[in-house]
């Protein structure tokens, strides 16, 4: 059973930046699309970003395009998200997540999740 462990969130400054690191029981970034997903309170969990290294893919949601940044070691059997130049709407519990159907935004196609890892940005 692959099992999931999210770290690296905290508390932030606007403007600010902070490193996640989703590290995977058993799995290799050879198969497995891997995730990061978000759910502010009241909200619905969204999609922030994925990468494949099966298909050499990687998608970012828009309003985080070129301050975030998704990246794999394979060795370590960990997924990063850098996240720069946080705003407090970034303010969520991030989650990461992993699948073999590959890389989506869509929280419904991954059957594999972590506990979460709290996410806040306030001044």
């Known amino acids: 059973q692959l099992q999931l462990v999210e770290s690296g969130g905290g508390l932030v400054q606007p403007g600010g930046s902070l490193r996640l690191s989703c590290a995977g029981s058993?799995?290799?970034?050879?198969?497995?699309?891997v995730a990061w997903f978000r759910q502010a309170p009241g909200k619905e969990r969204e999609g922030v970003s994925c990468?494949?290294?099966?298909?050499?893919?990687?998608y970012y949601k828009d309003s985080v395009k070129g301050r975030f940044t998704i990246s794999g070691d394979g060795a370590k059997n960990t997924v990063y998200l850098e996240m720069n130049s946080l705003k407090p709407e970034d303010t969520a519990v991030y989650y990461c997540?992993?699948?073999?159907?590959?890389?989506?935004?869509?929280?419904?196609?991954?059957?594999?999740w972590g506990q979460g890892t709290q996410v806040t940005v306030s001044s």
């Open positions: 997540a992993a699948d073999l159907k590959g890389c989506t935004l869509d929280p419904i196609q991954y059957d594999y």
């Open positions: 058993i799995f290799t970034l050879d198969y497995y699309a």
């Open positions: 990468i494949s290294s099966r298909d050499n893919k990687s």
